[in-house]
């Protein structure tokens, strides 16, 4: 169960309702992001990805980032069990990992987190271009696949920049150069910086943007080539949905890392307070992997088709399973 004992630094107040039901409502919350968030991430984000590399011919721009967001989203929902079942604010930890098993968990839970932010950013611009140049193919899927292994091979030099700081702060002070960079706040400020900063200004920028083109009535308007609406509300609600549930992540890391860089003794009481709160909010980052998939699977209408051409090419024992099965049709309801 989840401790609130840092509210006043005394075990008393775990006997005040208000905690008891704040400890009881995490519980519950890690409860369900643990039984139903984890398998609904990790079934919704493999048929994302395998039915749309089963109709490469039917991919559009959007559907290139959200392959991209749901590899990550993978990443993150094979992670979580780690972080659901043994946070240092719980007491009911199953386990407690060391500093290697930390850093080496840091690494593919940063390379996700920028993956999935600099594609939402990324996407958010392309479809600017696709909505105000619609006939220049500037935002095309040949050019989207080239941008989105940019992404992946930029997330993994950021990760790795940032990495040398949290192993730096793990080994002996006898090494000269890793004793100049004991400090992991530089690493999260430089992932604040990176990771929030840049792609949540490009995304704002887009989105200011979009609202302009929305607003004047062109005759690119009625161009048939251009996206159809439903692209457009599945590119805000993935937005507005990426960026919330990231954000309180980011927001921690850099209150932490202004807290320390004033060089003064942080209390106990505040500094259990961070510590509640980075996890709280690794919790709701970690929730990102299931619900992404989620708006992409009831806000695109083609995926269903693209899912099942897919189901007709599974086998069912010696015949192809027929796309009016039973078990197609639940997933598709």
């Known amino acids: 169960m989840w401790s609130c004992s840092w509210f006043n630094g005394t075990g008393l107040v775990e006997q005040l309702p208000a905690c008891q039901d704040l400890q009881l409502g995490l519980s519950l919350l890690s409860l369900l992001g643990l039984v139903v968030g984890v398998p609904v991430g990790l079934c919704y984000n493999t048929l994302l990805v ?67 932010m600099y594609s939402t950013a990324l996407l958010s611009l392309d479809h600017y271009i696709e909505r105000a140049l619609p006939r220049t193919y500037m935002a095309s899927v040949y050019n989207t696949r080239h941008v989105c292994g940019f992404v992946w091979g ?30 992991t706040e530089a690493a999260d400020a430089t992932l604040v910086f990176i990771g929030y900063v840049v792609p949540a200004l490009a995304a704002l920028y887009a989105l200011v943007l979009l609202s302009r083109v929305r607003r004047e009535d062109t005759p690119l308007d009625r161009d048939t080539g ?14 507005c949905t990426q960026f919330g549930l990231w954000t309180p992540h980011y927001l921690v890391l850099l209150g932490h890392t202004v807290v320390v860089s004033r060089g ?62 039973m078990g197609v049709q639940q997933v598709l309801a």
């Open 226 to 239: 251009r996206l159809e609406p439903s692209a457009h509300r599945l590119l805000v609600a993935t937005v």
């Open 264 to 325: 003064k003794p942080v209390d106990a009481h505040y500094l259990g307070l961070l510590h509640f709160v980075k996890d709280f909010s690794k919790l709701l980052a970690f929730s990102s992997s299931f619900v992404t998939p989620l708006l992409y699977r009831y806000m695109n209408q083609s995926f269903p088709s693209k899912l099942r051409r897919l189901m007709k090419k599974l086998p069912c024992g010696d015949r192809h399973c027929s796309p009016d099965h």
């Open 154 to 183: 930029g997330a993994m030099l950021t990760s790795f920049s940032s990495l040398l700081f949290y192993i730096c702060s793990h080994v002996s002070t006898r090494a000269l150069e890793c004793a100049k960079m004991q400090n």
């Open 50 to 116: 395998l039915a749309n590399l089963h109709s490469k011919a039917s991919m559009t721009m959007p559907d290139v980032y959200f392959v991209n967001m749901a590899v990550a989203g993978l990443v993150l929902s094979a992670l979580a069990p780690v972080h659901l079942l043994g946070p240092p604010s719980s007491r009911w930890a199953l386990w407690s990992v060391g500093g290697e098993v930390h850093v080496a968990l840091q690494i593919p839970f940063n390379v996700s987190s920028l993956v999935a």
